[in-house]
Structure formats: C-alpha cells, structure tokens
C-alpha cells in the first residue's frame, strides 16, 4: 500500500521527525529536464560488467535529472563539481572509475531556465560518490534526499575527492529515509531504496502526464548491455543485494509499465532531449 514516507531531518545537528510535505494534495509532476553533469572514459568495462569486453574502455555520460512539481523543484544529482571545468583533464580516472570531466556547468544550465539554487527545493541522490554529490555545497537550503543506511556509509567511508574526504555537509537540512519514499504522498515522485554500488543506493520512479512512467536506474546498472542480462557490476558493495535489486526494477517495470533510464548509459542519453527542452 503506498503512503507518503516519513522524513528525518537533520539540520545544524537537530533531529526533527517529519511526514513528507504535510499540506494539501496538489497536482504532480509536468516537466522533466535533462542536464548534462559531466561525461567522460571508464578504463575497464570489467568494473562495470565482469566478463564483458574486460580491459576495454567505456564512454560514461553523468547527467542531472530536474522534476517540477506542483509544490516545488526536486533534482536529482548535482554531478561533477563545476569547477572541473575550468580545470583541464576534469577528475583523474581513480580505482576504475571514469575520467569525469565538463562541458557546461550545472549553475549555468540552472540559469538558462530562469532558475537560482535557492529555487531548488529537494536534492535527491542516487549515492554520495563524487559523480552525484559534486555540487552540493551550492544549495544550502535545500533538502537533501538520501538513505539513512547512505548517511552511515558517508560517515564511515570519507571521500578521497572532497576537501576533508566529508560527503555531506552536516550544517545543510538532510533528510534521512529508511527505504522507499512516495515524496509527495500522491505518486508521481517515488525514491527506491536500491542497494547496490553503496549500501544506500536509491534509484526514482517518476510519472510523467504524457510521457508515463520512467525510472532512472540509479547505479543499479550501468548500461544496456550489462541490464539486458542482468550483470552484476564489479564494483557493487553487496551482489546479493544488488541481484534484488535488479529483480526490483525488473518488477517496476512491469507493475507500472515504466522506461528504464540507465542513468550513465551514453547510447541512451543521446536519445534524450536535453535542457530547457523537457519531457511532459
């Protein structure tokens, strides 16, 4: 039975217990941009799919996923920090990970469409590695989105990438979910919990008024191939849980005849339109 989640939210060190957005029902979701948050080479596909063109390199896209709602803007991911582009090479490829680098920035993109990260009122993340949280420190009044069982992993596993290896900024309004989250309580916007890569991996279902249901895949999976025969990746942190994940979306899908969108797949990403152009 679908309800709206409960949220804890912790802000400058305070615990306050809150239902998702209390006040009236209003309409859903009506606009979904596309922006380009980064892009790059993967050395090794064998970190992504084992067995799969081992040793051969792979092009990553890294983009962010802007939702208006009726009660305000959600976006998912912030991407690679915008300062690497202005800084030649982007981030090194680490451990098997893409050469990330950038083309535009996310402010940038944001302003095109009228938009200041004041206007942002939910930052929702897919997990805390560096291709998603880059720009975090941008919105400061924004709620962030994340997985109580993620929040635990980011404070045990400090990034080699952000100054001082802290994912998340403890003084910003984050919001702790405990498994899936109907965001709204009306079902247009559903964070699903998704272990695979982080222990608090989430992925997000959205329904859209024309366009219908689409579920972007998280680090689930990485592109078409490894999804058509359900590979594990090679860099997940617990194959048992990232198998029931995959079954997972594989039962969305289904229950709600939704599109997967493999959120680093490059060759799906280039049939996408992109911002301020958006999906309905």
Known sequence: MRSACRLLIIASGLLAGSPALAEPLQSGVDRLYVL?????PAPDQRRFSPGYNDGKPLDFVDNCYLIHHARGYLLWGTG?????????????????RPNWVRSSTLAGQLAQLGLEAS??????????HIDHIGNLEMFPGATTLVQRAEWNFAETHPSEDL???????AAHPMALIDGDC??????????????SVTPGNQSLLLKLP???AILLSGDVIHFQYGWD????????????????????LTD???????????????VQSSTRKFSPDYHR
């Open 182 to 195: 109907d965001l709204f309580g009306e079902g247009t916007v559903r964070l699903i919990a998704t272990p």
């Open 210 to 212: 024309q366009s219908g």
């Open 163 to 169: 100054p001082g290896g802290a994912r998340f900024n």
């Open 119 to 128: 206007d942002i009122r939910y930052i929702g993340l897919t997990n805390s």
């Open 80 to 96: 690679i920090p915008d300062k690497f582009l202005e800084i030649p090479g982007g981030v090194p490829s680490a451990g098997g």
């Open 36 to 40: 380009e948050c980064g892009h790059g």
């Open 229 to 248: 025969r359900r590979i594990v990746p090679g860099n997940v942190w617990n194959k048992d849980m990232t198998i029931a994940s995959l079954q997972r």
């Open 252 to 266: 969305l899908i289904a229950e709600n005849n939704a599109e997967l969108w493999i959120e680093h797949d490059k």
